[in-house]
């Protein structure tokens, strides 16, 4: 089973009053798919980021955020054990799929 985080930012703070930070990410959507054997499923969510005071800790400049970092982010919230109850039930899912199952595009 191949799992790959399709993750994009949702939303922004502009600029925070008390931290003197622009560009703050606030909430990130994101995707868990899992694919196997052309057969798919996924788990999603949304993530807030408690921006209030700004960011504590290491800064980094809203240009300077990779696919990575956000990855890191949304892994360090869920945790390995949601993580890993996550991919068995994406797995559950696509485990019970039919073989040639087609999916309908999404319009």
Avoid: C, R
Wanted: aromatic share 6%; proline share 3%.
């Amino acid at each position: 089973m191949n799992y790959t985080w399709k993750i994009e930012v949702d939303k922004i703070q502009p600029y925070n009053l008390k931290s003197k930070q622009v560009n703050i990410i606030q909430t990130v959507l994101w995707d868990l798919v899992g694919e196997e054997g052309g057969k798919k499923a996924s788990a999603g969510g949304s993530i807030a980021f408690n921006v209030k005071d700004g960011v504590s800790g290491s800064f980094t400049d809203i240009a300077s955020v990779t696919d990575a970092n956000l990855q890191a982010w949304v892994e360090a919230v869920l945790g390995n054990t949601e993580i890993a109850a996550l991919k068995a039930s994406i797995k559950d899912v696509v485990d019970k799929q039919p073989d040639n199952l087609v999916v309908a595009p999404k319009v």
